[in-house]
């Protein structure tokens, strides 16, 4: 039992590339979450998906696209990346997209934006 | 003014000292509050949590819940070098299907 897993763990992008980053869980949940986290700015949610088949904007959506590809996957896409992107991105994923379900973490991925 | 104020730190304390943190809120709607733990370089994981307002104790953690203030606090005891990590409050309103609204993070340094 993995939990939620992130890939990659590391990446560097120069300004205007493009990447995916994958997030997938293995228990059986319903809703899904990506974030971001800044020095001194916190954990932000960027997208999230309550259930399959549908997903919604958080608080700084703008750059970022998202697609639940099915029950267990949740990836995240920088289409053309930008320095201010730069940032420690985290999925996560609870059983039920209420307040009192647990979010569970990945370990997160280190993006680097040149 | 955010929603949600942490106090970054850092706090460093001695091994065995007790432990208080703190945030503070501006929206009254928030009804569930968290508090996660994250060691460098991992993923936060959940330490406790409570609903709407008063105490529950899990062990040498307590956490505090004042509405009337908007104010929470996480107490730990007994403290010990490997209780160094950032926490971090998190806070929802009913529903929550929209996530959760996060602290900046403590980090908190035990000193053996």
């Known amino acids: 039992n993995a939990g939620v897993t992130q890939t990659p763990k590391f990446q560097v992008l120069k300004t205007g590339q493009s990447m995916t980053l994958q997030c997938a869980q293995d228990?059986?949940?319903?809703?899904m979450y990506w974030y971001r986290q800044d020095p001194g700015m916190g954990l932000r949610l960027i997208y999230y998906?309550?259930?399959?088949?549908?997903?919604d904007k958080g608080e700084v959506p703008n750059g970022y696209n998202v697609s639940r590809l099915n029950k267990r996957e949740f990836s995240l896409r920088l289409e053309s990346a930008a320095p201010s992107q730069t940032s420690v991105y985290f999925c996560?994923?609870?059983?039920?997209?209420?307040?009192?379900?647990?979010?569970?973490f990945g370990p997160g991925t280190r993006l680097t934006v040149l | 003014q955010k929603e949600v104020e942490q106090d970054p730190g850092p706090l460093s304390v001695p091994e065995g000292a007790i432990v208080s943190l703190n945030c503070t809120y501006s929206?009254?709607?928030?009804?569930?509050f968290m508090w996660y733990r994250q060691y460098s370089r991992k993923g936060p994981e959940l330490l406790m949590y409570?609903?709407?307002?008063g105490n529950k104790e899990d062990g040498r953690f307590t956490a505090q819940v004042d509405k009337s203030s908007k104010y929470i606090s996480l107490f730990i005891r007994d403290s010990q070098p490997s209780d160094s990590a950032t926490y971090l409050c998190?806070?929802?309103?009913?529903?929550?299907?929209?996530?959760?609204?996060f602290g900046k993070g403590t980090h908190l340094i035990i000193q053996p």
């Open positions: 996560a994923s609870s059983a039920l997209a209420k307040s009192t379900d647990t979010q569970y």
């Open positions: 228990m059986n949940h319903n809703s």
């Open positions: 998906s309550a259930s399959e088949g549908t997903t």
């Open positions: 929206n009254s709607a928030f009804q569930y």
């Open positions: 409570t609903y709407s307002s």
């Open positions: 998190a806070m929802s309103g009913e529903g929550g299907a929209d996530g959760l609204t």
